[in-house]
C-alpha cells in the first residue's frame, strides 16, 4: 500500500481514532479519581486508549466505505456491543501485564465481557453523537485532497438534506393543520 493511500485512510479514520482514544484517556483517567495510584491509572489510561482508538477508527473507515451509514445508530450500537467489551479485556489484561508483570483476568471473564457489553451502548450513544458532529466539518478540511473524504461528505450532505427536507415538510404539515383549525 502506497504512502498516499495510507494518508488518505489516516484522515479518513481520524475522527473515530481521536474519539476512541479520547474517551479511552477519560474512562482510564477516572481510575485515579476511584483512588487508584498514578502509575496503575497511567497504565489503565494507556491500555484502554489504544484499542478504543484502533476501534474508533474501525468505525470511520467503516463509514467511509459504506459499510455504515450516517444517521444510523443501530450499526454503531452493534460495533460497539462488540468493540467496547473487547477494549475492556486488552485494558485488564494489559494493565495488570503492565503492573504485575503476567495478565490477571477476572475469574468469571464471561460475566465481565456481558456487563461490558451492556455498559457499551452507553459508550455507543456518545461515540456515534461525537462522531455525527465532528466528521463533516473533518472531511470539509481534507476533501480536496482525499477523494474518499469527498464521497463520505457528499453522503453527510446528502443525509442532512433528506433530515432538512422532512422537517420542511412537518412544518408545512404544522402549518396547514393549524390554519385548518382556525
Same mark, same amino acid.
Given at each position: 500500500?502506497?504512502?498516499?493511500? @495510507?494518508?488518505?485512510?489516516?484522515?479518513?479514520? =481520524?475522527?473515530?481514532?481521536?474519539?476512541? @482514544? %479520547?474517551?479511552? &484517556?477519560i474512562a482510564g483517567g477516572l481510575s485515579l479519581l476511584a483512588?487508584?495510584?498514578?502509575?496503575?491509572?497511567?497504565?489503565?489510561?494507556? +491500555?484502554?486508549?489504544?484499542?478504543?482508538? =484502533?476501534?474508533?477508527?474501525?468505525?470511520?473507515?467503516?463509514?467511509?466505505?459504506?459499510?455504515?451509514?450516517?444517521?444510523?445508530?443501530? %450499526?454503531?450500537? =452493534?460495533?460497539?456491543? !462488540?468493540?467496547?467489551? !473487547?477494549?475492556? &479485556?486488552? *485494558?485488564?489484561?494489559?494493565?495488570? +501485564?503492565?503492573?504485575?508483570?503476567?495478565?490477571? &483476568?477476572?475469574?468469571d471473564v464471561l460475566s465481565f465481557l456481558a456487563y461490558q457489553? =451492556? @455498559?457499551?451502548?452507553?459508550?455507543?450513544?456518545?461515540? !456515534?453523537?461525537?462522531?455525527?458532529?465532528? +466528521?463533516?466539518?473533518?472531511?470539509?478540511? @481534507? *476533501?480536496?485532497?482525499n477523494p474518499d473524504a469527498q464521497r463520505l461528505l457528499a453522503?453527510? !450532505? *446528502?443525509?442532512?438534506? &433528506?433530515?432538512?427536507?422532512? *422537517?420542511?415538510?412537518?412544518?408545512?404539515?404544522?402549518?396547514?393543520?393549524?390554519?385548518?383549525?382556525?
Amino acid at each position: 500500500m502506497g504512502a498516499e493511500r @495510507v494518508r488518505r485512510l489516516g484522515e479518513l479514520a =481520524l475522527p473515530g481514532l481521536a474519539i476512541g @482514544v %479520547t474517551g479511552g &484517556l477519560i474512562a482510564g483517567g477516572l481510575s485515579l479519581l476511584a483512588g487508584q495510584p498514578p502509575g496503575w491509572a497511567l497504565a489503565s489510561m494507556l +491500555t484502554l486508549a489504544i484499542p478504543m482508538g =484502533l476501534i474508533g477508527g474501525g468505525y470511520s473507515l467503516l463509514m467511509a466505505y459504506g459499510i455504515f451509514r450516517p444517521g444510523v445508530f443501530a %450499526t454503531g450500537g =452493534l460495533y460497539w456491543f !462488540v468493540g467496547f467489551p !473487547v477494549s475492556r &479485556l486488552i *485494558q485488564e489484561a494489559g494493565s495488570s +501485564t503492565i503492573i504485575y508483570g503476567a495478565p490477571h &483476568l477476572r475469574e468469571d471473564v464471561l460475566s465481565f465481557l456481558a456487563y461490558q457489553a =451492556l @455498559v457499551s451502548l452507553g459508550f455507543a450513544i456518545g461515540f !456515534v453523537w461525537l462522531h455525527e458532529r465532528l +466528521t463533516p466539518s473533518w472531511l470539509m478540511r @481534507v *476533501q480536496h485532497r482525499n477523494p474518499d473524504a469527498q464521497r463520505l461528505l457528499a453522503k453527510y !450532505v *446528502q443525509h442532512a438534506e &433528506l433530515l432538512w427536507r422532512g *422537517q420542511e415538510q412537518r412544518r408545512a404539515a404544522r402549518g396547514a393543520r393549524s390554519k385548518g383549525a382556525r
